[in-house]
């Protein structure tokens, strides 16, 4: 299994019900997300994708599916993000995209955590020829103890 595969598998069927998978369909898209502590990666993955395996580390991974077809279709967009914590700090996580020809193309952004920091996390994707970009947030609580 390619490296690129094993993350996306990792990422997408994680069992515990605060890291599970979660998407939103917008329109024809259909936006899945989920963010999780760097050290629950093998190390395998974090060494290939160069991502800081730590338990004060979260990876947010964001995939946008087309859905308007018989199959739905990995599509590419601009990714930005930005996490806030409810004392009101926020941080802009710095989106990458990890694309594997004909297999899947996803983005990856990290970012520090404390333990028990909740944050609301806010993800806009400008999908090419859709005018209104795909907006999605979410609550997350991470645990680094």
């Known amino acids: 299994m390619r490296l690129t595969a094993l993350l996306t598998a990792l990422l997408l069927t994680t ?14 898209y259909t936006v899945h997300y989920n963010a999780l502590k760097t050290s629950e990666l093998p190390a395998q993955v974090t060494q290939a994708y160069g991502i800081r395996r730590s338990s ?16 739905p279709v990995a599509v590419r967009a601009e990714v930005s993000a930005s996490a806030r ?17 004909d297999e899947a193309v996803y983005y990856i952004g990290e970012f520090g955590v404390n333990n028990m920091e909740t944050f609301d ?13 795909l907006e999605v947030m979410f609550r997350q609580q991470f645990y680094t103890e």
């Open 15 to 28: 069992g515990a019900p605060a890291l599970a998978q979660q998407s939103v369909d917008i329109g024809d």
């Open 56 to 71: 004060s580390r979260a990876l947010l991974n964001i995939t946008i599916l087309d859905s308007s077809g018989d199959e």
């Open 85 to 101: 914590n409810l004392t009101g700090q926020t941080r802009t996580i710095d989106m990458r995209e990890i694309n594997e020809a």
């Open 121 to 133: 996390f806010k993800v806009t994707a400008r999908v090419t020829g859709r005018a209104e970009p």
